[in-house]
């Protein structure tokens, strides 16, 4: 496919009606009665949102710009209703007023194919948005892409003038753009380093187009965060950037490589098979944040799927992310979810189709080694360390023993994340080796759910009928996936030794167990209201785990009461056991512990409830208003994002969100929204 193409062969374009500027339809002409200036076959349509927010941008360049440089040209708008031997249906000639209607065009020429050759495909194809026609009425360049900067670049004003016309080739290729300096919109600034450093790593691509795209939330928080304009965003033109549908200047959207284990078996090319990385920005605080799109359409490395998202699961991982965040776990964050107007066939029938817009300070996988380790490529995968280094990890920069250090700190990342997901009561569902990151975030929440009762064999995905990712499995998990990312380095730990390289390595993964232990035991002790480190800690928080199993304690109810009880308070905890005498024993040890420790009851009790959260995204309440949301209510998925955005905070009238699944909801089964 090709963007911008230069067709210097193309036969004289006929037109078999033309309206002028008057409004007047006039019979048919050949483009070169028109004179011998330079001509701008501009495509576009009122009821388009894209064509507001590219063409008359465009428009307004080409009239101040051109106009003030003497060069003589006309904009002529196009009415593709039929292409039939270099004739087209209608055109309307208008060199001042830019409204009328007109289809816009598709990603779809072909390669080697001449415009006219292409447009005889109309009907099952597209139009082009820009073409360019010489001084000769020759057409020399035609733009099937949906950014005005391909234009722009093609249309060198160094190099055109309105007696001689010649080509400047454009800089860009498919949907990338080479040797970019930063550039905003809305306040968005990119400085896309993944695609400038990392070529080869990725295939350059750009999301599908969608008949409607409509915001259905939109993460202002989150958008003033990134620097962005929200109000600019919150609108029908950010709907089509944030589908995919549009890429914001200065973006360089690209499919992801990368390999993975999943459920224990070796994938060694998977990617990103139905998302996009759409550019990497410079947010308020100057920190480096990934803008992804998930559900975007089929890419190569699709595997046979669609390549899209449904409502659901796309409000799902809203719901989650933003919770997590909330709850304080390092993890992707939602900008927004957007409806594309389009009826998507999965198991149970047509559902709506969207995509998710999210945020995340990168998407480098343990997979993303894995992807050119399986194939030797070792000068990649330095090349890929060495940026996973400078963009997370920038004081290992130029030591000597970087590529372990940086095993180092991507296990004490994981341990650390982990241990949140565990003081929370969160399963992920499908921690494969492609689904942990670099950086530490938590990433896909795809089967993903939380712990009513508390039981460390709960599983919730439909596709785990085994139990590896287990509640209580994770953090095995987690040191397997790292050993994964180990095997991956060994050849720049020690490419010399590789019997040394083995045990530098070997060294680092054992050592997972004890910084998980510290991380998780330092959070147990801020939910248990304990400051004071005592060696009997770890016996006293792993005790209350063993009197929870097989009572059907509510996870996040019984934290949240220690608050009580370190106030004197036990009966609500208490009460939460089948039977309470069960947890009597542990309660006599804990407020013993609690006698040693500095400060008041209050004070303790108020700490406490700042770790211990009231509100989590129950899983019935999460079903609810996605069920409501298909249904086209979206008011109870609305009121549950606000409900977790303050999940520590009690407030009146929220009472129901706090409580566990109803008796009659059942077993819970998650999917992955594929």
Request: with cysteine.
């Amino acid at each position: 496919m090709q963007f911008g193409s230069l067709h210097r062969s193309a036969p004289e374009l006929r037109v078999r009606e033309w309206i002028d500027g008057e409004g007047q339809a006039r019979g048919p002409l050949a483009l070169s009665e028109l004179g011998d200036g330079l001509k701008i076959l501009f495509c576009f349509q009122h009821a388009c949102p894209g064509c507001h927010s590219r063409g008359f941008p465009v428009l307004r360049y080409l009239h101040h710009h051109l106009a003030g440089q003497g060069v003589g040209f006309a904009v002529i708008q196009t009415v593709f209703e039929e292409f039939k031997d270099n004739t087209v249906d209608k055109l309307r000639i208008n060199q001042q007023r830019y409204e009328l209607p007109i289809p816009f065009g598709h990603d779809l020429a072909r390669e080697g194919e001449t415009y006219p050759s292409f447009m005889q495909d109309y009907r099952s194809a597209g139009t082009p948005w820009f073409t360019i026609i010489d001084q000769n009425n020759q057409v020399i360049y035609a733009d099937f892409g949906l950014d005005p900067r391909r234009f722009l670049e093609a249309l060198d004003l160094r190099a055109w003038n309105s007696r001689s016309i010649e080509w400047a080739p454009t800089r860009y290729r498919r949907g990338m753009q080479q040797g970019m300096k930063p550039m905003s919109i809305a306040g968005l600034k990119f400085d896309n380093s993944y695609a400038r450093e990392l070529e080869g790593f990725y295939v350059p691509w750009k999301g599908a187009e969608v008949p409607a795209p409509k915001l259905v939330r939109f993460n202002r928080e989150l958008a003033v965060e990134l620097g962005l304009d929200a109000e600019a965003l919150d609108s029908a033109a950010g709907a089509a950037i944030l589908s995919g549908h549009t890429a914001p200047e200065g973006a360089a959207p690209l499919a992801m490589a990368y390999a993975g284990h999943q459920f224990g078996g070796f994938s060694p090319q998977l990617g990103d098979g139905r998302a996009l990385l759409l550019g990497e920005v410079i947010d308020s605080h100057d920190e480096r944040r990934d803008l992804h799109l998930k559900g975007s359409g089929r890419t190569p490395f699709s595997r046979g799927g669609d390549g899209k998202a449904v409502l659901g699961p796309v409000l799902r991982e809203y719901i989650i992310g933003e919770a997590m965040h909330a709850l304080g776990v390092p993890t992707t964050r939602a900008l927004a979810a957007v409806m594309t107007g389009e009826s998507i066939m999965r198991q149970a029938g047509a559902e709506q189709g969207a995509v998710l817009a999210r945020v995340a300070s990168s998407h480098l996988r343990v997979g993303t080694f894995q992807f050119f380790a399986a194939r030797g490529e070792t000068d990649r995968l330095r090349q890929l360390a060495d940026y996973a280094i400078a963009r997370h990890y920038p004081a290992l920069a130029g030591k000597p023993d970087r590529y372990l250090q940086l095993l180092v700190q991507v296990r004490d990342r994981q341990a650390a994340l982990i241990a949140k997901w565990m003081l929370i009561g969160f399963v992920h569902g499908v921690m494969n080796t492609d689904n942990m990151t670099i950086s530490g975030e938590t990433i896909d929440y795809g089967p993903c759910a939380f712990l009513d009762v508390y039981d460390p064999k709960m599983v919730f995905s439909s596709i785990d009928q085994n139990g590896r990712y287990a509640y209580g499995n994770q953090p095995q998990i987690a040191q397997w996936n790292l050993a994964r990312l180990a095997e991956t380095l060994l050849d720049l730990i020690n490419p010399d030794d590789s019997d040394a390289a083995v045990r530098m390595a070997s060294e680092v993964i054992n050592g997972f167990p004890e910084a998980y232990q510290d991380a998780w035991l330092e959070g147990m002790r801020q939910k248990l209201g304990v400051e004071r480190e005592e060696d009997t800690d770890m016996e006293l928080a792993t005790d209350l785990f063993s009197v929870m199993e097989g009572q059907n304690v509510d996870f996040t109810q019984l934290f949240r009461s220690l608050s009580d009880v370190a106030a004197g308070q036990a009966e609500a905890a208490r009460a939460l056991f089948d039977d309470p005498a069960v947890f009597d024993g542990w309660l006599a040890a804990y407020r013993e512990r609690l006698l040693r420790e500095p400060g008041t009851a209050q004070e303790r009790a108020a700490a406490m409830n700042r770790v211990n959260p009231v509100y989590i995204p129950r899983n019935h309440m999460v079903e609810a208003a996605l069920e409501s949301a298909g249904k086209g209510d979206l008011a109870p998925f609305e009121r549950l994002v606000e409900v977790l955005a303050r999940p520590f905070e009690a407030r009146t009238g929220l009472e129901v969100y706090a409580l566990g699944a109803p008796s009659g909801f059942g077993a819970y089964t998650t999917y992955c929204g594929t």
